[in-house]
């Protein structure tokens, strides 16, 4: 273990839900943090006008 985290370290809590992913800590009474889970994956080019052109795009992007 790290030296931080004393003799215990709290397992890491994620949710993957359809539309976020929350994650926190083990008994902590709220979530650390809450993103987007969208992820578009792009199989034509020139569909993401002004994007340029990738394999996947994330959050606001898609």
Request: hydrophobic letters at 40%; a negative charge.
């Amino acid at each position: 273990m790290a030296d931080y985290l004393g003799d215990e370290a709290l397992p890491v809590v994620c949710d993957n839900g359809t539309s976020t992913v929350k994650v926190g800590f083990t008994g902590d009474d709220t979530t650390r943090a809450v993103f987007p889970s969208m992820v578009v994956l792009s199989h034509h080019r020139g569909v993401m006008v002004g994007m340029g052109h990738r394999d996947a795009y994330m959050d606001d992007e898609a």
